[in-house]
């Protein structure tokens, strides 16, 4: 499998953030292939 950097942007309202003690997102594409749990990084 291959994966590549996408810019994406969401507008969320900082009153849903403040009890925020982190976010997370997680990816798929158009397939339904999604980004694994943990990722490996790989130095290329």
Do not use: H
Not at 7 to 27: H, P
């Amino acid at each position: 499998k291959y994966w590549c950097w996408c810019f994406w942007s969401l507008e969320v309202e900082v009153l849903d953030l403040l009890g925020a003690k982190e976010i997370a997102v997680r990816a798929w594409d158009e397939t339904l292939n999604m980004q694994p749990e943990k990722l490996i990084w790989n130095v290329m």
